[in-house]
């Protein structure tokens, strides 16, 4: 399920509104379904997104613990509210998410 996409420039501003693949990474990731597997070690978290800093994701696992995952260390499957799977690479997170949208984003 690993998705590649490419923002094109001029596209239409109404694409920016709702949440969808292309623009996961310009968006609020709270109270997004979440499954995180790490990179380098074979941990895998399920949950609900409940925080985000610059280098950190909060998730309300499904057992009810609350850990602190460093994005750098996995890649996280989101679920967006129309069911699509997106995966993205920690990396391509890491800032603060107000920062976030107005990073630009070429290609992930």
Do not use: C
């Not at 693949?21 to 399920?46: F, M, P, T, W």
């Not at 850990?67 to 890649?75: M, W």
């Amino acid at each position: 399920m690993d998705r590649i996409v490419e923002v094109k420039k001029g596209s239409s501003r109404n694409e920016y509104k709702t949440l969808n693949a292309r623009n996961i990474l310009r968006h609020e990731l709270l109270g997004l379904s979440v499954r995180a597997e790490g990179v380098k070690q074979r941990i895998e978290h399920a949950g609900e997104v409940v925080g985000e800093t610059m280098k950190t994701i909060k998730i309300l696992r499904n057992d009810g613990r609350l850990v602190r995952l460093v994005k750098d260390a996995y890649i996280f499957e989101f679920t967006l509210p129309n069911n699509e799977k997106v995966r993205v690479e920690g990396s391509a997170l890491i800032g603060r998410p107000e920062d976030r949208l107005k990073k630009k984003v070429r290609r992930w």
